[in-house]
């Protein structure tokens, strides 16, 4: 059984910084990726970062084109723990941050996603 744990959402003013962090339990993969996705009321879930998290000989990080430049994904193995530090905050961040793992290589498709975390809020707000 594979779970994640998410932490360090909350509620910052515009142009604020969060740090998520996304602990993993259970099993762990040679090659796999550990992802971040945003879900606003209403809306389906899109990516946000992606990272590979262990067995990779070369680190991969990709992300959204809306979060460029202002988040950044870590993984830190020892402490089975993934991180996206957001900056530079903006109202249209706002959402439920899901850490989302996967076996395999970088991918966008939630769908290809197999284990979940429970989710974080993240609201950014003056």
């Known amino acids: 059984q594979v779970q994640l744990v998410e932490s360090g959402g909350g509620l910052v003013q515009p142009g604020g910084s969060l740090r998520l962090s996304c602990t993993i339990s259970?099993?762990?993969?040679?090659?796999?990726?550990v992802a971040w996705f945003g879900q606003a009321p209403g809306k389906e879930r899109a990516f946000v970062a992606a990272?590979?998290?262990?067995?990779?000989?070369?680190?991969?990080?990709d992300y959204a084109d809306s979060v460029k430049g202002r988040f950044t994904v870590s993984s830190d193995n020892r402490k089975n723990t993934a991180y996206l530090q957001m900056n530079n905050l903006k109202p249209e961040d706002s959402a439920v941050y899901y850490c989302?793992?996967?076996?395999?290589?970088?991918?966008?498709?939630?769908?290809?996603?197999?284990?979940w975390g429970q989710g974080t809020q993240v609201t950014v707000s003056s």
């Open positions: 989302a793992a996967r076996e395999g290589t970088l991918s966008r498709d939630f769908n290809s996603y197999d284990y």
């Open positions: 259970g099993r762990t993969f040679a090659s796999s990726v």
């Open positions: 990272v590979t998290w262990s067995g990779a000989f070369v680190y991969y990080a």
